[in-house]
């Protein structure tokens, strides 16, 4: 007879992938049957978000509030009776009464994310990234590689690397190594892993070793840049260390390396002291970068950053400019839709739907079985409706 399966924490997940990369290690520290909110604090709204959830989870017993905004709006959490852990101590086993070593990020769904690294040394003027997790720490290449060949090892057929500066990865190990290299020892390690997929990198850190790794064909041809605008001025103001040419020709680069590399980036719609003009540079880098998904952040002033200090546009503009941003990115994405159908792709299934290379949402015409790999060809697109939200997706 099986014995039964251990009772863990109920961990809540909301925002980043790093923190979805911590879900296993945090049920594992937590007590028992208590619930966990890993927090996300990136606008105003994923604060009201983690304090509903925390909110609805007392309803059925102790509460531990962690990530981001535990660490960043510790007092918008005082009047209710839970237990905050700062982001930066939340895989620390004394943080929750427990002895022993800081476990690895990893989490096992249909596919795995493992976190390579945390923290951030930079100071974007819209982010609390840095407050809420501290400077940039890189896991060890070996504990890596063995995490990655263990998920292997099980069945795993899709790795996702995450961080919350990936691309920053290796700068604080001596002798530094690099996110290029950390990939290629990877793959030579784990020659079974059939895939391995990179999270959101800085456009301005991506080395030659990084753009090389892409001509390989284990690693997936598709890649998040946190862009945030596509007005110089903007740029400087947000205190980025790239410009708008810099981000095109990493783009034009990374296409030279593997041509069919689908494109994604954040933007941020309505920062502080945005033009007209500034806006329409933003608007016009979805099309002259080739864009194939995209984030649009609408401005959220957070507390204890700089843009939190510059004259804000009026809400109306910014929800506006947003709506605009994301008209021009969803024409993109279904443009790059249009030109999946036909084409036969090897997917990762979630279930009811699979990912493909390119980071496409393609929805089978039977489940299969979560984390496999199953080879289908795209024949049109429909409109899935979940939560009262419209979604065009790829479909069997």
Known sequence: MNAPAPVRAHVITHGCRSNLAEADALARLAPAGHSVINSCAVTNQAVKDARAAARAALAHGPVWLTGCAASATPDRFADLPLTLIPAAAKLLPASWGRAGTTPAAVTRRSRAFVAIQDGCDHACTFCITTIARGPSRSMPP????????TLADSGVNEVVLTGIDTTSYGQDQHPRTG????????????????????SSLDAAEADDALIAAFAHPRLMPHIHLSLQHGDDLLLRRMARRHRRADALALIARLRAAR???????????????????AHAASLALIADAGLT????????PRPATHAATLPPL????????????????????????????????????????????????????????????ATIVPTHISTIVSTHISNDMLSE
């Open 142 to 149: 070996a504990r890596i590689i063995d995490s990655i060949r």
């Open 179 to 198: 996110l290029g290299a950390l990939i290629e020892a990877i793959l030579a390690a784990v020659p079974d892993l059939p895939r391995l997929r990179l």
């Open 259 to 277: 041509p069919d590399i689908a494109i994604g980036a954040d933007l941020i719609a309505g920062f502080p002291t945005e033009s007209e003009a």
């Open 293 to 300: 998904h995209a984030h649009i952040f609408p401005f959220s």
């Open 314 to 373: 009026p809400p109306a503009t910014i929800r506006a400019r947003a709506a605009e941003l994301r008209a021009a990115a969803a024409q993109q994405h279904r443009a790059a839709q249009m030109a999946q159908i036909g084409r036969e792709t090897c997917t990762i299934s979630e279930g009811e739907k699979g990912i493909s290379p390119h980071g496409f949402a393609i929805r089978y015409a039977r489940p299969r079985p979560k984390g496999a790999l």
